[in-house]
């Protein structure tokens, strides 16, 4: 069966710092893999989404960027953080084929002060 | 307008009574509907998945579409506590991306 995985579960990073947030996927080959923000209050913001090794698209211009350099590995990165990427960050999975509905990990929560 | 609109709740109900949430859409261009559930401080995990007109069941629950209308429901039966969550729904057109609702919190009370 497949299983994502995400880490770290929580982080809290001063203003200005660096983010690495890693995503894996066990189980499946050649996934499409997403980076989605979730903010208190509100929907699921999709930030990056991947189709392949290197290929990425972002849905949100700003200060965070994805990264595919394996297969099942998608990694979210900022240069330098700002009290707006405060949020649950959640990647997800989709298969290839006819299926479209998507399989998240647990999330990670990021405070930034 | 926004392309997915969710009433936020919260819903409250007691123990066993049924749950009707809802989602309505604007793009007839979406064609696939899913329903997610989270729990706090958790992801969403998906509860069920349709892409045509109608119901369809999988035990105490039940996704209804009605593309005529642009709406879609989920009902739950015989709710319990462990139903309190928030409920999702995503719709999409195309494979690459879903469309979501900002969430139904919902609480069953004992």
């Known amino acids: 069966s497949q299983t994502i995985h995400q880490w770290p579960a929580t982080l809290v990073q001063p203003v200005g710092s660096p983010l690495s947030l890693e995503c894996t996927v066990e189980?499946?080959?050649?996934?499409?893999l997403y980076w989605y923000r979730q903010a208190a209050g509100r929907g699921l913001q999709l930030l990056f989404y991947s189709v392949g090794i290197g290929q990425i698209s972002s849905e949100v211009p700003q200060n965070l960027s994805a990264s595919r350099p394996q297969d099942r590995q998608f990694i979210l990165s900022s240069k330098k953080l700002l009290l707006s990427d405060s949020g649950f960050y959640l990647c997800?999975?989709?298969?290839?084929?006819?299926?479209?509905?998507?399989?998240f990990g647990p999330g990670t929560r990021l405070t930034v002060t | 307008q926004k392309e997915v609109e969710q009433d936020p709740g919260p819903l409250s109900v007691p123990e066993g009574a049924i749950v009707s949430l809802n989602c309505t859409y604007s793009?007839?261009?979406?064609?696939?509907f899913m329903w997610y559930r989270q729990y706090s401080r958790k992801g969403p995990e998906l509860l069920m998945y349709?892409?045509?007109?109608g119901n369809k069941e999988d035990g105490r629950f039940t996704a209804q579409v009605d593309k005529s209308s642009k709406y879609i429901s989920l009902f739950i039966r015989d709710s319990q506590p462990s139903d309190s969550a928030t409920y999702l729904c995503?719709?999409?057109?195309?494979?690459?991306?879903?469309?979501f609702g900002t969430g139904t919190r919902l609480q069953v009370t004992l």
């Open positions: 997800a999975w989709r298969g290839r084929g006819a299926a479209y509905e998507q399989y």
């Open positions: 189980g499946t080959s050649n996934p499409n």
């Open positions: 349709t892409y045509s007109s």
């Open positions: 995503a719709i999409t057109g195309t494979a690459s991306k879903l469309t």
């Open positions: 793009n007839s261009a979406f064609q696939y």
